[in-house]
C-alpha cells in the first residue's frame, strides 16, 4: 500500500442492515493506512433496519475520491433502486474507484447504477434472480469476485468478500492476520443458513415475512432496469 491512505466509502441509508456494513468496515478499517468514510445525503443520523443508529462522515458532495466503493444492503435498498441522486452518486465515485463491493442486496444498488454490465455476481439467496435485470450473472457463491467486484451473499457473507477484498489489497497475510484478531472462525449452531440445508417450515416462514419487500423489490428493479436501458 501507498503511503497516502486508503480510502474505503461505505454508503449508509435508512433501514439498511448493520451488519451488512458493520462487519465489512471492522475489516476493511483494520487494513494498514486505512481510512473509511461513512457516506449519505447528509450528515444527520441514519437509523438502520433494527434501530442502531450510525453517524455519516461525508456527503455525496464532500467525500474525496475513493478507492474502494462498497454498498451495504437491507429493506432500505428498495427506494434507493430509483433514487437518481444515490445512483448518480455511485457512478461518479466508481469511476475512479480501484474497488467495487456489493454485501447482500447492495449489489442490485450497484446494478441500478449501472455497474453490473456484463459482470458475474452474487446476492441474497431470496434476491439472486433480480441481478440478471442488470445485466449481470446471478452466482449462487457466498463471495463473487469479477475483476475489481466484490459480491456476495447475505449478511454475514460482508465478512468474508470483506476478507476478499483485504488480501486483494494488503495480501493474504494481512487479511489472514485481520481474520485471526477478530477471531473469525464460525461453528454455526443450527443447520439453517441457507434455503438448501433450513428445515423446510423454517424457509416457508422467512418466505412468508418477506413477501411484500420482496414483490416491491422486484417492481422497482424492473423498473430501474427499464430505466437504465432507456438510457
Not at 465489512?24 to 443508529?53: C, F, H, M, N, Q
Not at 462522515?57 to 454498498?71: K, R
Not at 437518481?84 to 455511485?90: A, G, H, Q, Y
Request: glycine residues 10%; neutral net charge; proline residues 8%.
Amino acid at each position: 500500500m501507498s503511503d497516502r491512505p486508503f480510502r474505503s466509502g461505505m454508503l449508509l441509508f435508512p433501514n439498511m442492515t448493520q451488519l451488512d456494513l458493520t462487519g465489512p468496515y471492522e475489516i476493511l478499517s483494520a487494513l494498514p493506512g486505512s481510512e473509511v468514510a461513512l457516506i449519505w445525503k447528509t450528515l444527520d443520523p441514519v437509523r438502520s433496519e433494527r434501530g442502531l443508529t450510525l453517524l455519516p462522515s461525508a456527503t455525496f458532495a464532500t467525500c474525496l475520491p475513493l478507492d474502494l466503493l462498497l454498498v451495504p444492503g437491507g429493506p432500505g435498498i428498495n427506494p434507493l433502486l430509483e433514487d437518481r441522486e444515490t445512483l448518480d452518486f455511485l457512478r461518479r465515485a466508481a469511476a475512479t474507484a480501484r474497488y467495487l463491493v456489493g454485501i447482500c442486496t447492495g449489489s442490485l444498488v450497484l446494478g441500478a447504477a449501472g455497474l453490473l454490465q456484463g459482470k458475474r455476481a452474487g446476492t441474497h439467496w431470496m434476491s439472486r434472480g433480480m441481478l440478471a435485470a442488470f445485466g449481470a450473472t446471478p452466482v449462487a457463491e457466498r463471495v463473487v469476485v469479477d475483476g475489481n467486484l466484490f459480491t456476495g451473499g447475505g449478511v454475514t457473507a460482508g465478512i468474508d468478500v470483506a476478507l476478499r477484498v483485504a488480501a486483494a489489497v494488503a495480501g493474504q497475510a494481512a487479511a489472514e492476520a485481520i481474520q485471526l484478531a477478530v477471531e473469525y472462525d464460525p461453528a454455526p449452531p443450527f443447520a439453517a443458513g441457507s434455503p438448501e440445508t433450513a428445515p423446510p417450515a423454517v424457509l416457508e416462514a422467512v418466505l412468508a415475512r418477506a413477501a411484500p419487500r420482496q414483490q416491491d423489490r422486484a417492481q422497482r428493479a424492473a423498473r430501474a432496469a427499464a430505466a437504465l436501458a432507456a438510457g
